[in-house]
């Protein structure tokens, strides 16, 4: 059994949330394994209640879990209150508690989708890259910070096991990719990222299989938009994987419809990549692929399902090519589905494809 903590948070986390409880339930079906859901709040849901966005006990239960699945926190609601308070407030406190120092972030091309990238169907069909951001470092959590009337301050720091780590985390996934990992910094100016390359340089020596290239981080924003599928596994600190990812993000089309996980030592979260989005909470239009592609991540990286995942991706794959689409990636009213029933939809697949491979094995 898995123990899953979930935290909808606030706009439409709620209904993505419980989209992927849905697909959730129908694989522990299918796949004859149990899931144990518990709720919990976070952000402004939770201010409203408790007067901060991450209680203690949340956090608890967070701790008590085989893996956390987040929903979307914030609003204009909140965006008053002091920086500490404030929904946001409660992703980085998570993310330095569980020990969330890997995010990864797949840019990932449905060929479907390819008319709704900004970018020539040439440049763009076939790419994959995964980005994996060093999460709970550098310039974000660095001290001393602050500002005063004459001057405002951040410190970037990395000390050698945080760069260690990450660096590990890239290679082990490119060893399940395509080989390739480029170390993503800015050398030429910053000791910072001098320090960075050294180490994963080192690392790189206990993974010969592994070709690693370097590259400026204004130089790969570009090269991103350019020829994005050149890369395979982009690693960078937590202030450059925080903005590659929303430009590889927005090249396929819809930042709605990515997923992502972050991953510690011990503990795990799995999220969409998309905001609370409050315009449309609760008028059942919210895109839920992002979610429900989080769950794969979740049966291939937590619970060692690949099977499920793969199935599950393909069951997007196939509701995408046969048209249909949520507000948010629709051109014009044609298949134009709820979140409910883009829900559905996912799931009818899912099940066809399932019934279709357990024959192939019963045949064989």
Not at 79 to 96: F, I, Q, S, T
Not at 118 to 140: A, C, N, P, Q
């Amino acid at each position: 059994m898995f123990k899953i903590t979930l935290l909808p948070g606030d706009g439409i986390g709620t209904e993505v949330v419980n989209s992927a409880v849905k697909v959730l339930k129908l694989i522990g079906e299918r796949f004859n394994t149990e899931f144990e859901f518990n709720t919990q709040l976070i952000g402004g849901s939770s201010y409203d209640v408790n007067g901060t966005p991450l209680t203690d006990e949340v956090l608890g239960e967070c701790y008590n879990s085989d893996v956390v699945f987040l929903g979307a926190v914030g609003g204009p609601k909140w965006e008053d209150l002091p920086h500490n308070l404030k929904p946001e407030a409660a992703l980085l406190k998570l993310r330095k508690a569980l020990g969330l120092y890997a995010n990864l972030r797949p840019a990932k091309v449905y060929t479907p989708m390819l008319s709704y990238s900004s970018l020539k169907d040439e440049v763009l069909k076939g790419t994959d890259v995964m980005i994996v951001r060093e999460l709970t470092g550098g310039i974000y959590f660095g001290q001393p910070r602050g500002y005063d009337e004459e001057k405002g301050f951040n410190t970037m720091i990395y000390s050698k096991e945080e760069v260690e780590r990450i660096a590990r985390t890239a290679f082990e996934l490119a060893r399940l990719r395509n080989k390739k990992v480029t170390s993503v910094d800015k050398a030429n100016v910053l000791e910072v990222s001098q320090f960075w390359r050294k180490v994963v340089i080192e690392v790189h020596k206990n993974y010969p299989d592994i070709q690693l290239n370097h590259m400026y981080v204004d130089n790969a924003a570009m090269q991103i938009v350019r020829d994005p599928k050149q890369f395979d596994v982009l690693v960078t600190s937590n202030l450059f994987g925080d903005i590659l990812s929303d430009i590889a993000a927005m090249i396929t089309g819809s930042l709605g419809m990515l997923p992502s996980a972050s991953l510690g030592s011990k503990y795990a979260l799995y999220e969409p990549v998309h905001g609370s989005a409050p315009d449309i909470a609760g008028k059942n239009m919210a895109n839920p692929i992002a979610a429900i592609s989080s769950v794969s991540m979740m049966l291939k990286y937590s619970f060692q399902m690949d099977k499920a995942a793969e199935v599950l991706e393909t069951a997007i794959e196939s509701v995408l090519e046969k048209g249909y689409r949520t507000k948010d990636i629709s051109k014009d009213e044609d298949n134009l589905v709820s979140t409910d029933e883009m829900t559905n939809k996912i799931i009818e697949e899912f099940e066809k494809i399932f019934a279709k491979e357990a024959l192939n094995v019963f045949t064989l």
